[in-house]
Antibody, heavy 116, light 107 residues
Framework: EVQLVESGGGLVHPGRSLRLSCTGS????????MSWVRQAPGKGLEWVGF??????????EYAASVKGRFTISRDDSKNIAYLQMSGLETEDTAVYYC???????WGQGTLVTVSS | DIQMTQSPSSLSASIGDRVTITCRAS??????LAWYQQLPGKPPQLLIY???TLQSGVPSRFSGSGSGTYFSLTISSLQPEDFATYYC?????????FGGGTKVEIK
């Protein structure tokens, strides 16, 4: 069974950093691009960014709202994709989901709360 | 950036009703469009990709159509488990934008 599990969420003060992890299982992790999507409380879905597979250079793309503050990376030997978030703002408060290329499946999400 | 405009933002319908949700792209995206269903407190689930291809395991009462800038998701006969929020998403070019969502509620 293909599965994605996010971890690393929590409460963080504005301006601080946090790293989220997305661990995949049940598929050849390195063959797929991995995306991050977030959902603020009571709001819609917002694409955050993705990282291509190594076969496509492992390059990244980001939403304008996070570009320069967030960095997506991957460790295919551990089947993990990361979302490094810095300079966090209260507007970054959301459930963060990871999803595989093709946007199926999605993990259960991890809540990040940015508050003083 | 490509903007995705979904309508309506919400609708009320009864069991057995035919429901259609539309999604309009600000520029042509060929058929690079997906539809998702999100139940409360759950992650989204892929229903349709490439505008009209049903994801494995999705009931056949769901269908998608369109290309270019205009797309639609139709539920042919609404079932109790279909009351949820639906999103479209374009994957023609980054940023991979979502529509604002359509909440389907019980009348």
């Amino acid at each position: 069974e293909v599965q994605l599990v996010e971890s690393g969420g929590g409460l963080v003060h504005p301006g601080r950093s946090l790293r989220l992890s997305c661990t995949g299982s049940g598929f050849t992790f390195g063959d797929y691009a991995m995306s991050w999507v977030r959902q603020a409380p009571g709001k819609g879905l917002e694409w955050v960014g993705f990282i291509r597979s190594a076969a496509y250079g492992g390059t990244t793309e980001y939403a304008a709202s996070v570009k320069g503050r967030f960095t997506i990376s991957r460790d295919d030997s551990k089947n993990i994709a990361y979302l490094q978030m810095s300079g966090l703002e209260t507007e970054d408060t959301a459930v963060y989901y990871c999803t595989r290329e093709g946007f199926d499946p999605w993990g259960q999400g991890t809540l990040v709360t940015v508050s003083s | 950036d490509i903007q995705m405009t979904q309508s309506p933002s919400s609708l009320s319908a009864s069991i057995g009703d035919r429901v259609t949700i539309t999604c309009r792209a600000s520029q042509g995206i060929s058929n690079y469009l997906a539809w998702y269903q999100q139940l409360p407190g759950k992650p989204p689930q892929l229903l349709i990709y490439d505008a009209s291809t049903l994801q494995s395991g999705v009931p056949s009462r769901f269908s998608g159509s369109g290309s270019g800038t205009y797309f639609s998701l139709t539920i042919s006969s609404l079932q109790p488990e279909d009351f949820a929020t639906y999103y479209c998403q374009q994957f023609s070019s980054a940023p991979l934008t979502f529509g604002g969502g359509t909440k389907v509620e019980i009348k």
